[in-house]
């Protein structure tokens, strides 16, 4: 304790370490100033608490206040100072200043442990928001390193993701993906808030808590603005142009004229060996002519244009033919004929000038082949339209016409059960299904549209219901409800329609149908973990700023 006589003759006691300053300035307070110079509001608050046994309530303000008034020049290296010390502090999440101390605890030179954390905390009173950077910068700079590195609950947990995948609805996509990766940063962040605690010289199961929830929302709160960031930037793109029904149609009638004006006759020879080939392939694979029959109409037109010189166009419709026997629904016909159609395809591929009697071989077969793929996309067209059409008259015979919804799925139900389904892409077929099945805020939707009055009992139940849960007021307002749901529920259907149909005019890819994500929206996506880690450190640092306990 440090005693001061007071002008009474009293005795005033201070902490020890109080400055001179704090100590004239709280006499000045007590007992008056020597002179007018008012005292500043801060040292005033300062010295009342140094005299109340709590000096470190109004310790900010006037380490504030000071540094407001030293000259610019020591201000610049202050803070500088102040800036570097605080950076260090997040970088080694507070050892830097327990190392320190113990060190010159140690060799009794050098301020203590306790001594260089105020030092720390009166940086941050003067540096404030700038200090508060510094120190969240230098605490993201080891995470990220370490994850980079492949070093973090992301990359050391593949078994847990994996076993997420595989048990969690949709696999990692959606809200189970999102909780399982919530999860493994909350692991992440309970380690850092914990390492943190201990290198503040805090309790370690409160650091480690606060980190556990500092990751959990900080991933939480990345993925929502890297998504939102992306959704934004993505309306800046522009869709891909899809070629309609008649440009394909055309394209088509094109590229067939292309390649009979290419003017490529093969030679006989070359069909020869092309049925051999065909024939040993398929001895191999057990094929009896009295159990494939589609298959050996392909054969026999095989020896038919075998017999003399054929036209591209002649190749192509003996691939039609195999074809044929590709979709058929006995199995062992369908892989004969899928192993003669691939045999055709590299028969044509590989046309070689001594297979060629006359024209440009290389110019017919890849317009016959662009020809080819046009037209499929034609028929997938006109089925789409067909199909349409047909749900329209089903809907239409049933009276109101008011079940268009259901009648659109069960035809597009019908393709994917029959052999035109065989034909579809993977893409293709992905599109079908969400036509048929549709998605889960649809389906919620028509559960709730079933209460739209389209009928008698329709009509009656929706007033009921409508009548328990709310009167009058019910009755009228669950009918409404019913038939908005019913609405929304419908438009959806046609829309996805519209998507496969666009898929199938791309040539079968959705991802045709789709802008390329443009830079933000790739920035936004690769560095989401490092977008979740930053607010994990902010929450570990600074709770205040997050409303943590």
Not at 344 to 370: H, M, P, S, Y
């Amino acid at each position: 304790m440090i005693e001061v006589e007071a002008p009474d003759g009293t005795i005033v006691e201070f902490p020890d370490g109080t400055s001179i300053d704090v100590m004239r300035a709280a006499m000045q307070k007590r007992f008056g100033a020597p002179n007018n110079e008012p005292v500043p509001q801060a040292i005033q608050d300062y010295a009342s608490d140094v005299l109340s046994g709590d000096k470190g309530r109004a310790r900010p303000a006037i380490i504030r206040d000071q540094f407001e008034r030293m000259p610019a020049a020591q201000k610049a290296l202050v803070a500088a100072d102040d800036i570097a010390r605080l950076a260090a502090d997040g970088l080694s999440q507070g050892f830097v200043d327990n190392v320190g101390g113990k060190i010159s605890e140690a060799i009794g030179i050098g301020p203590t442990t306790d001594e260089r954390r105020q030092n720390t905390e009166d940086a941050r009173s003067r540096a404030e928001a700038a200090g508060t950077i510094a120190e969240i910068g230098g605490a993201v700079l080891p995470a990220a390193s370490l994850a980079k590195a492949g070093l973090s609950t992301m990359r050391l947990a593949p078994q847990a993701t994996a076993a997420a995948s595989a048990l969690l609805p949709g696999g990692l996509a959606g809200a189970g993906g999102l909780a399982a990766r919530s999860g493994l940063m909350a692991a992440e962040g309970a380690g850092w808030g914990a390492l943190n605690a201990l290198g503040h010289g805090e309790d370690v199961s409160d650091g480690a808590r606060t980190g556990a929830i500092a990751g959990a929302a900080g991933n939480v709160l990345g993925e929502g603005a890297s998504k939102a960031l992306g959704a934004i930037a993505g309306r800046f793109n522009k869709t891909p142009d899809v070629p309609s029904l008649d440009a394909l149609r055309a394209g088509a009638d094109d590229a067939y004229r292309a390649s009979e004006k290419a003017g490529v006759v093969v030679k006989p020879e070359a069909v020869q060996r092309l049925s051999s080939e065909i024939k040993g392939a398929l001895a191999e694979k057990g094929y009896l002519p009295r159990l494939q029959p589609k298959v050996a109409a392909v054969l026999d037109e095989l020896d038919k244009v075998a017999e003399g010189n054929v036209t591209l166009k002649g190749v192509d419709v003996l691939r039609r033919v195999a074809n044929a026997a590709k979709t058929d629904v006995d199995p062992s016909t369908k892989m004969l004929g899928g192993d003669i159609v691939a045999k055709i395809d590299g028969f044509l591929d590989n046309l070689n000038l001594n297979d060629v009697l006359t024209g440009n071989r290389t110019e017919g077969v890849k317009a016959l082949q662009e020809g080819r793929k046009l037209w499929s996309q034609v028929r997938k067209s006109e089925m789409i339209d067909e199909a349409m059409e047909k749900a329209a008259l089903q809907a239409a015979s049933s009276g109101s016409g008011a079940n268009v919804d259901n009648a659109i799925r069960q035809q597009f139900k019908s393709i994917l059960n029959s052999k035109k389904g065989r034909n579809l892409t993977a893409d293709e077929r992905a599109a079908m299904m969400e036509v048929v099945k549709g998605g889960s805020m649809q389906n919620l939707l028509r559960l709730f549209g079933k209460l739209a009055p389209t009928g008698v009992v329709s009509t009656g139940l929706s007033t009921g219901i409508g009548s328990l849960l709310g009167g009058a007021i019910g009755a009228a307002a669950v009918p409404v409800a019913g038939m908005a749901a019913k609405t929304a529920a419908d438009a959806i259907t046609p829309r996805n329609v519209d998507q496969l149909s666009r898929i199938v005019r791309s040539g079968g890819s959705a991802a045709a149908t789709q802008a390329a994500p443009n830079a933000v929206q790739r920035l936004a996506s690769s560095e989401r973990e490092a977008l979740s880690r930053l607010l994990t450190q902010i929450g570990i640092r600074v709770p205040d700023m997050l409303a943590l306990p």
